[in-house]
């Protein structure tokens, strides 16, 4: 008998609906997508009906014939939002600064929007400890 995880078919359902929502909204047909991505139309109808089990050379492809990442065919669109009301959220940190979260999401990474309040004082600087590679600001 042959038991699948719940993982690999999760996985290729969210490929599945990515696959044809890109398509879609682009005003692909299954047989353009083909020819763009070299891929045959049998190979793309299982893909979409989530019953393909497609490689990572694959994604590529498909990623390159829709003009997007490969790594968008594997992220969950629609995750959920977490907002906080302007007056519900607490102030957190220490020293000269404090920061007060307002959303967060995870989309192609980590999303976090926050205020940051920063403190002007003639004290020493002070040092903040180094992020995970990767790690991207925006201030």
Do not use: C
């Amino acid at each position: 008998m042959d038991i699948k995880s719940d993982g690999p078919v999760r996985e290729n359902e969210l490929i599945a609906r990515n696959v044809r929502r890109f398509r879609l909204e682009r005003a692909i047909s299954l047989g353009e997508l083909a020819r763009r991505s070299g891929l045959s139309k049998q190979t793309l109808s299982k893909i979409e009906q989530g019953v393909g089990n497609p490689t990572v050379e694959t994604l590529s492809l498909l990623g390159a014939a829709l003009d997007l990442p490969a790594r968008r065919l594997l992220t969950e669109w629609g995750t959920p939002v977490y907002v906080q009301r302007h007056d519900e959220g607490e102030w957190a940190g220490a020293g000269h600064w404090t920061e007060r979260i307002l959303d967060e999401t995870y989309g192609s990474g980590f999303v976090r929007t926050l205020l940051l309040r920063l403190e002007r004082t003639g004290a020493p600087r002070e040092t903040v400890e180094p992020h995970a590679p990767g790690t991207l600001h925006h201030v």
